[in-house]
Structures are given as structure tokens and as C-alpha cells.
């Protein structure tokens, strides 16, 4: 019964290079969210994927961000051009549908990701 | 625009002591409420919610206090011990819009044996 598996939990990157972020979701769950965690503050909303949709990207950075939650496959997020100030943690969590009644957000673990 | 804030950034407390975190959000069209709690390197795991119907609601040695008069949301620990020992953080859904979690800025909570 796994949770939310995202990878790599850690991430090296050097200013200009891409990073790819990966979420698998909790069995059952169609639907992802995406959210930045800087040092001691609270988690960012980023964006809201649906199976091949993207429901609400509010949250997410016009240029060099991008999200993806193919039919087949984890969801992706992905920043081209790694800055220094991209340097956070990114968590993603799942549940089954929308609304209260599919509520809470179960999250994974994180991916920690640092810019040289 | 939305905000949830939280009044105490660190509680201390003895092992035994009853722990209560403080938390208060300004959307009035806020419908339901989270409390995380964060361990170290790890993700946010679920503790207690409670949905804008209701101002109370129960789980094991935690309770949740809804104040909607005056945007207020609690958490109450009882018989605080070591294990509790984290960042706790409300989040809160509106009843408009999708469904993304609008966070805190956190508590952290300090158990000293």
C-alpha cells in the first residue's frame, strides 16, 4: 500500500541545467498537486494536474517551469534553466478526485533540490 | 488575497503538557481545514481536518477548534510527548476555485522530556 513516491529525494544542479521531478501517486489517485517548500516556511501551491490535464497552474512560475501527468507514467515537473533562487524542497501529493469529500492531500517525502 | 498565519512560530512544552497551536486564516470562503504535521526531511502527514460546518472535531489525543467568527483555527495535543516533536501547519481549501491547499507558515512544536 505505498504512498506518494516521488524521486529523486535529492537533486544537484548546476545554474542552467534542467531538473526533472517525479511523482508517482497513491493507487487510486488521479489527481496531483505540486508545491515548493522554501527553509522554514510554509508549502507553496504550484500547480494541479488531472490525467493529461492541467487543472490549475495559479502557482507556477511563468517561464522555465512546466508540469506534466501523462496517461501512462509518473507526473513530471520540470525547471529548465535552474537558478539559484529554484533551490527548495517540491512535494507533490495525490487524491482520488475532487472536491471535500476526496480530501486530505496525502504528500510524498520531497525532493530536495540544490543549485550549485 | 488569502493568507493563514500563525501567531507562535516555536512552542516548548514538557512531556505530559497539553500542547495548543494557533492558526488564523483570512478567506472567509474557506470551507474546510487541515492540520499537517512535518517531521524533519520528510513530507507533511496528515493529523486532523475539519470541514467550515463544523467548530469541533476529535481524533486520537488531538482535537481541532474551528472559530469562524473570528478566523480561528487550534489544535490541541494532549499528553504531549517526544514523538510529537515537529513543524505543524494548517492549510486550508476554498470553497472557490480547485482545490489547492493555501499552507501556514508553521509551529514548531519542541517536546522536552
Known amino acids: 500500500n505505498a504512498g506518494v513516491m516521488q524521486n529523486p529525494r535529492h537533486l544537484v544542479r548546476r545554474r542552467g541545467q534542467e531538473a526533472r521531478l517525479r511523482c508517482s501517486p497513491m493507487?487510486?489517485?488521479?489527481?496531483v498537486y505540486w508545491y515548493r517548500q522554501l527553509p522554514e516556511e510554509g508549502l507553496k501551491f504550484m500547480v494541479y494536474?488531472?490525467?493529461?490535464?492541467?487543472?490549475?497552474e495559479s502557482g507556477m512560475p511563468k517561464e522555465r517551469f512546466s508540469a506534466e501527468f501523462p496517461k501512462e507514467g509518473p507526473s513530471i515537473l520540470r525547471i529548465q534553466q535552474v537558478v539559484r533562487g529554484d533551490s527548495a524542497a517540491y512535494f507533490c501529493?495525490?487524491?482520488?478526485?475532487?472536491?471535500?469529500?476526496?480530501?486530505?492531500?496525502?504528500f510524498g517525502d520531497g525532493t530536495r533540490l540544490s543549485i550549485l | 488575497g488569502e493568507s493563514v498565519g500563525l501567531h507562535l512560530p516555536t512552542l516548548s512544552v514538557q512531556e505530559g503538557d497539553n500542547s495548543i497551536i494557533n492558526c488564523a486564516y483570512s478567506?472567509?470562503?474557506?470551507?474546510?481545514f487541515i492540520w499537517y504535521k512535518q517531521e524533519s526531511g520528510k513530507g507533511p502527514q496528515f493529523i486532523i481536518d475539519?470541514?467550515?460546518?463544523?467548530d469541533k472535531r476529535q481524533g486520537q489525543r488531538v482535537t481541532v477548534l474551528l472559530n469562524k467568527t473570528v478566523k480561528h483555527l487550534s489544535l490541541q495535543i494532549a499528553a504531549t510527548q517526544p514523538g510529537d516533536s515537529a513543524v505543524y501547519f494548517c492549510?486550508?481549501?476554498?470553497?472557490?476555485?480547485?482545490?489547492?491547499?493555501?499552507f501556514g507558515t508553521g509551529t514548531r512544536l519542541l517536546v522536552s522530556p
Open positions: 494536474l488531472q490525467k493529461e490535464n492541467i487543472i490549475d
Open positions: 478567506n472567509s470562503a474557506s470551507d474546510y
Open positions: 475539519i470541514r467550515s460546518n463544523m
Open positions: 493507487k487510486g489517485h488521479s489527481h
Open positions: 501529493a495525490s487524491s482520488p478526485g475532487t472536491g471535500v469529500s476526496n480530501q486530505p492531500q496525502h
Open positions: 492549510a486550508e481549501i476554498s470553497n472557490t476555485g480547485f482545490q489547492k491547499l493555501v
